[in-house]
């Protein structure tokens, strides 16, 4: 039986091709208090391969492929639900991570400044 490196590569992207996109996630809400927060990431999946054969001066010769799939998560939003109020607080691209963290606070505060106006009212 031949391998076939052309057939074998464009099956797998036939079955992967959905997959290969960015797409938008929504992930688990969490709750704090009255405030609901609901994470929104985008999610991208590649894939790459390579392949070739060769002949020596000898008349030996080989055959090598190789292929490879990656992923890749980064939080886009957060959507924070209080009451009827819904606020996108949107992650800027780069330091994703730091300014989800660096934001964590400011939330804090706004629940705790609401919370206590809700008190005395």
């Given at each position: 039986?031949?391998?076939?490196?052309?057939?074998?590569?464009?099956?797998?992207?036939?079955?992967f091709e959905n997959l290969l996109k960015e797409k938008t996630v929504?992930?688990?809400?969490?709750?704090?208090?009255?405030?609901?927060?609901?994470?929104?990431?985008t999610v991208s999946f590649g894939m790459g391969n390579g392949g070739g054969d060769e002949t020596d001066q000898k008349g030996s010769g080989g055959t090598g492929s190789g292929g490879?799939?990656?992923?890749?998560?980064?939080?886009?939003?957060?959507?924070?639900?209080?009451?009827?109020?819904?606020?996108?607080?949107?992650?800027?691209?780069?330091?994703?991570?730091?300014?989800?963290?660096?934001?964590?606070p400011n939330l804090m505060e706004k629940m705790d400044i609401k919370s206590k106006k809700e008190k005395e009212a």
């Open positions: 039986m031949e391998f076939n490196f052309k057939n074998n590569i464009d099956s797998m992207f036939e079955k929504i992930g688990e809400p969490i709750q704090m208090g009255n405030v609901t927060l609901i994470p929104a990431m490879g799939f990656g992923a890749r998560v980064s939080p886009t939003a957060m959507i924070v639900v209080k009451a009827d109020e819904v606020e996108i607080l949107p992650i800027a691209k780069g330091h994703a991570f730091e300014k989800l963290m660096d934001m964590v």
